[in-house]
C-alpha cells in the first residue's frame, strides 16, 4: 500500500481503463503513459466525448402545443393521490382558506407560511386560523406541532405528476427543507405556467446549487408486499391548488 | 490485476448456492411470498415501461453515459471532489470497506454523537457499516421501512429494493408487536397500520438526531450535487434534519451533469417499483446556510469496484442504477430468494456484481455465477442494458480456470474425454451404439434419472432421455435420408 487512498483508487481506475483499452490515447493506450493528475487535456477530453453521446429519446412525452399540459399534470399528480383542485387565479385565496379551515378542524394547531409566500393566497384565511413563520427558525419539535404547511414551488412535472421545491428565498415561499417535510400537510400552489411537459424541460428550468426536492404524491411505501401504501413519514396529505387562467376564469372576470 | 481490495460481510456460515438454494426452495412460505411480490411488481413495471414509446431510447441513452462516465471515471471523480468541496463539503476517498467504515466511525465521534439515523444504502450494506460503528458503540437506527424490519428481526436483506419481500404483513406484524418498543396494542397487518406504527415509532428519533447516514443514487460531476431516490420520506428526514450528514457513495454512481437526471429519472422509479415518479426525491449539493446539515461529508468507495472496472466484459455491472428489475423477473429468484445469494446484492445483479468485488476464490462465490438458467429476462428488463447472461458465461469460465489447476473432477475428465470423442467419427459411432445398447438394458423407464458416482452431481438436478436405438448418422448411412431408393435391411456395405 502506498500513497494516499485518493491516489490509489485514481491509479486504479486509470491502469483499469488502460487494461481494456479505454484511455485518452486511443485504444491500447499505446499514446499515453499513466495520466498525471491535472493532466490538461483530461477534462477536454471527456467533455468532447460527452457532448458526442447520442440522446435518441423524446425531449418530451406529450408536446406541449398538442396537449393540454396543466390538465396532464393534475390528472397525474391525481394518480398518486395528491389531491388536486384546478382554480381560476382569482379563486386561489377562496380556495387556500376553504382546505386550510378543513385541515386545522380536523387536526388542531398553527399553519407554517414561509417568508415569501405571495400574501393574496392568504388573504381570505378565517380569523381563528394562526398563521407560524419561520423567523427565527423553529425547531423540529414546533414543526411536529404544525397543523400543516403552505407553500408555492419552483417547477412541476406533466409527464410524472411532480412538484419541485428549490427551497429558494425568492416570491414562491417555499421555505427551508424541513418546513415541508415534518408536518403532516402539505398544501402547495402551483401556477399553470410553472406547469413543465417532462423531466428535461423541468431540469433544464432549476439551479443544480440549490436544495431540491421533487414530490410526487403524499408519503409512501411499497415496502409490505410490493403494494404502494400511502403515509409513512413525510406529509400523509398533498394538497395541490392548480390555479390558472381556464375559460371559467375568463368569463367571471 | 491481482485480487480485488473488495470485501463484504460474509454472512454467517454462508454455503455455496445450490446448499442454500435447496433450503430456501424447501420453504414453502417464502415461496409463496415472493411469488405473490415478484408476480405483482412484474405486471406494474411491464404497465410503467409500456407507457413510454421511446423506452429504448432511454436506455441506450443511459448505457452510453455510463460507458462514457467509467471511461473518464477519473476525470470525473476529480471533479465531483472539486464541486463538493466548492460547496462547503467535504470528500474522502476508501479503498476498502473497513477504509470507509472507520472514516464514519471518526466522523460520528467527532460530531461527538453515539448514534445514527441512516436511510437505505447498498453501500454501507456492503462495508457492513452498521456492524462495524455497533463495535465501536455507536447505535445505528435504519429508518427506511424495510430495513427497520430486518432490523428489528434480526433478519438480513434478500431484496435490493424491499429488504424484506420475503416477510408477508402477518409476519412483518409479529415482529413489530414483539420487538418494536411501544408498538401500538391492536396492530393489525393492515400495510398502513403498520406503516403507521413505524412512522410513529421513528419520529422522535429523526426530531432529535445529531448525525444522518446515507448513501446517493446518483452523484453530479459537474454541480456537486447528490440525488436519493426514496419513497417514505425518511430519506428526506435523514439528509435534512440531522446537523451532520455523511454520505457513502460507491465511485461508479457519479453522473458527468445535471441533465442526466433527465434520462435516470425517467428510467429508475419506473423500472424499480413501477411509478413514474417515486414519491420523494431529494438533491443538495455541498451545504446550504439555513437549510439542512451544516456539515456534509462524502466518502467515495472502490471497494473492488476498481477489479470489476478492468475486466471488459465485467465492467458494464458498473453501470447497474440499483433498480432490482433483474430480481422480479428472474426465474431463480423468484423461487429462491435473496439470502441464497449469500450478499447484500442478490439475484441475476448479485450474481455478477459479488464474484467481481469479492473474486471467486470462496465456493460461494465461485457458485454464484451458475445461479442461472441463462434465460436472458433480466437483460431484456435492465434500464441500463447490462447483458447480465454474458457476464455471468464469462465468470463461469474465470472460475473454470481458478479451479483448473486445481484436483481431479470428473466433470472435466467427462468433456475431455467427450472431446476427443466427438473428434472422430469412428469414436463417436462406436460410443453411440455402446450407449444405445446399454440405454435399454440400464434405464428401463425410459429416462435417465440417477447416475453413479462420479458423475452422480450431473443427475441430481437433471434427467436426460435414455439414448436412441439408432444413432441419425446410422439412419443416414442406412436410408440416405428416406431419399435414396426404398428402404432395404441391412447395411449396404
Sequence with gaps: MSGTARDQILARIRAANRAVGLTDGGPDGAASGPRAEGYADADADADAAYAALARRYLRAHHDAAAHDIAALFAERAADYRAVVERVPESGLAPAAARVLATRVAAAPGPVLAPAGLPAGWLAELAAEITLARDEPPLSAAELDRAAGVVTGCAVAVAETGTIILDHGPGASGQGRRALTLVPDFHLVIVREDQVAADLAEAFARLDPARPHTLISGPSATSDIELIRVEGVHGPRTLHILLAGRDRGYARTR | ?493
Design chain 2, 1 to 493: 490485476m491481482t485480487a480485488p481490495g473488495g470485501s463484504m460481510p460474509t454472512y454467517l456460515g454462508m454455503p455455496s448456492f445450490p446448499a442454500a438454494a435447496r433450503t430456501a426452495v424447501a420453504d414453502s412460505q417464502l415461496r409463496a411470498n415472493l411469488t405473490h411480490a415478484t408476480r405483482t411488481i412484474r405486471a406494474k413495471r411491464a404497465g410503467a415501461v409500456a407507457e413510454l414509446s421511446d423506452w429504448e431510447e432511454l436506455r441506450q441513452a443511459a448505457k452510453a453515459i455510463k460507458d462514457h462516465t467509467l471511461a473518464h471515471l477519473d476525470t470525473y471523480l476529480l471533479r465531483l471532489e472539486a464541486n463538493v468541496t466548492r460547496a462547503g463539503g467535504h470528500v474522502h476517498w476508501a479503498v476498502g470497506a473497513d477504509e470507509a467504515n472507520a472514516i464514519v466511525a471518526g466522523l460520528v465521534r467527532a460530531a461527538g454523537a453515539n448514534g445514527i439515523v441512516k436511510v437505505k444504502s447498498m453501500a454501507t450494506q456492503e462495508t457492513g457499516l452498521n456492524e462495524a460503528l455497533a463495535a465501536d458503540g455507536i447505535g445505528a437506527l435504519e429508518t427506511d421501512l424495510a430495513e427497520l424490519i430486518v432490523q428489528l428481526g434480526h433478519d438480513r436483506p434478500s431484496h435490493i429494493l424491499v429488504p424484506a419481500i420475503h416477510r408477508n404483513r402477518a409476519e412483518i406484524r409479529e415482529i413489530f408487536r414483539r420487538r418494536m418498543p411501544g408498538a401500538p396494542a391492536g396492530l393489525t397487518d393492515e400495510p398502513a397500520a403498520l406503516a403507521a406504527a413505524a412512522r410513529a415509532h421513528l419520529r422522535q428519533a429523526f426530531l432529535s438526531a445529531q448525525v444522518g447516514v446515507s448513501g446517493a443514487n446518483f452523484a453530479i460531476a459537474e454541480t456537486g450535487s447528490l440525488v436519493v431516490v426514496e419513497s417514505e420520506g425518511n430519506g428526506r428526514m435523514c439528509v435534512t434534519l440531522p446537523r451532520t450528514l455523511i454520505s457513502v457513495v460507491g465511485i461508479e454512481k457519479i453522473l458527468p451533469s445535471w441533465r442526466d437526471l433527465e434520462v435516470f429519472l425517467a428510467l429508475l422509479p419506473r423500472s424499480s417499483t413501477a411509478e413514474r415518479m417515486n414519491p420523494y426525491t431529494s438533491t443538495w449539493t455541498g451545504v446550504t446556510p439555513g437549510d439542512g446539515p451544516e456539515d456534509f461529508h462524502l466518502v467515495l468507495l472502490d471497494n473492488g469496484r476498481t477489479s470489476a472496472l478492468a475486466d471488459r466484459t465485467g465492467r458494464q455491472a458498473l453501470r447497474c442504477i440499483r433498480c432490482s428489475a433483474c430480481l422480479n423477473v428472474c426465474p431463480v429468484y423468484e423461487r429462491v430468494g435473496g439470502h441464497a445469494y449469500g450478499s447484500p446484492y442478490p439475484g441475476p445483479i448479485g450474481a455478477i456484481i459479488s464474484p467481481q468485488l469479492r473474486g471467486v476464490t470462496s465456493p460461494a462465490d465461485a457458485s454464484l455465477p451458475y445461479a442461472s438458467t441463462l434465460c436472458g429476462a433480466c437483460y431484456e428488463v435492465c434500464p441500463v442494458a447490462i447483458n447480465i447472461p454474458e457476464a455471468l458465461v464469462h465468470l463461469r469460465a474465470k472460475v473454470v480456470d481458478a479451479k483448473r489447476e486445481k484436483n481431479f473432477s470428473p466433470e472435466r475428465a467427462v468433456f475431455s474425454l467427450s472431446g476427443r470423442v466427438l473428434r472422430s467419427p469412428r469414436l463417436l459411432a462406436a460410443a453411440q451404439r455402446a450407449a444405445a445398447a446399454s440405454g435399454r438394458l440400464v434405464f428401463r423407464s425410459g429416462r435417465i434419472r440417477r447416475l453413479p458416482p462420479p458423475l452422480a452431481g450431473w443427475t441430481e438436478t437433471r434427467d436426460a432421455p435414455v439414448p436412441p436405438p439408432e444413432s441419425f448418422r446410422a439412419w443416414w448411412s442406412r436410408t440416405r435420408g428416406g431419399s435414396g431408393p426404398p428402404e432395404r435391411a441391412g447395411p449396404r456395405s
